[in-house]
Every structure is written in C-alpha cells, then in structure tokens.
C-alpha cells in the first residue's frame, strides 16, 4: 500500500507556472501506475494526466503542450509540471496511484491524495 501527500499548489496569474508533487510513502513506489486528476468547483473530477510503470506519459488534449507529468522513482515522488496556465486551469489537484493495470484499464485507483488547490488569476 501507499499513502500519497501532494503538494506545490497555490495561486498563480494566468500565463505562469506550477510544478505539483506526489510524494508517496510504502514500498513500491515504482510498480504503481500515477495520474493527476482535477477537481473545479460545481464540476466533476476529470482526468489530467498519467504516466505508467514504464513511464509512458498520456494527456488529455486541454493540457497538451502545457503540462508535463514525471516520476521519480528513487525518491518516490510523482510530478505534474504545469505551464501557460488558466483560469480555467483552476481546482483541486488529486493525485493517483494504482499497482494493477487491469483496474488502470477500468480507471479504477486505489490510492489517492488529499488534493492541492490551484488557482489561476485572470
């Protein structure tokens, strides 16, 4: 099992950058599939990003070219680097992890954070 602490959110203006940090505690760490969801108020969680065991990275196509999602497995820490962002960038950043890639298939994580808010100024 795995215990996932994020952190690196904050308010930032629109155009400016965040890196976001998945520190996870257990052994392990790098069997585990991780991926950024995101909250906004009134919305439902949406999927961000992933990065497998392997370190095969996938996106959805709003943060394209602007986010960049990475492991550390040595320090057991996951990362979502996040540029040019938005207002419409603005939630609650979860991180996920999860070791069978057939509940990664069904988009079922075990493991989740507390969150991190960011907010994007205008």
């Known amino acids: 099992q795995v215990q996932l602490v994020e952190s690196g959110g904050g308010l930032v203006q629109a155009g400016g950058s965040l890196r976001l940090s998945c520190a996870a505690s257990?052994?392990?760490?790098?069997?585990?599939?991780v991926a950024w969801f995101r909250q906004a108020p009134g919305k439902d969680r949406e999927f961000v990003s992933s990065i497998s065991v392997g370190g095969t990275t996938f996106y959805v196509d709003f943060v394209k070219g602007r986010f960049t999602i990475s492991r550390d497995n040595d320090k057991n820490t996951a990362y979502l680097q996040m540029s040019s962002l938005k207002p419409e960038d603005t939630a609650v950043y979860y991180c996920?992890?999860?070791?069978?890639?057939?509940?990664?298939?069904?988009?079922?994580?075990?493991?989740w954070g507390q969150g991190t808010q960011v907010t994007v100024s205008s």
């Open positions: 996920a992890a999860e070791p069978d890639i057939r509940r990664v298939l069904r988009s079922e994580f075990g493991y």
């Open positions: 257990g052994r392990a760490f790098s069997n585990y599939f």
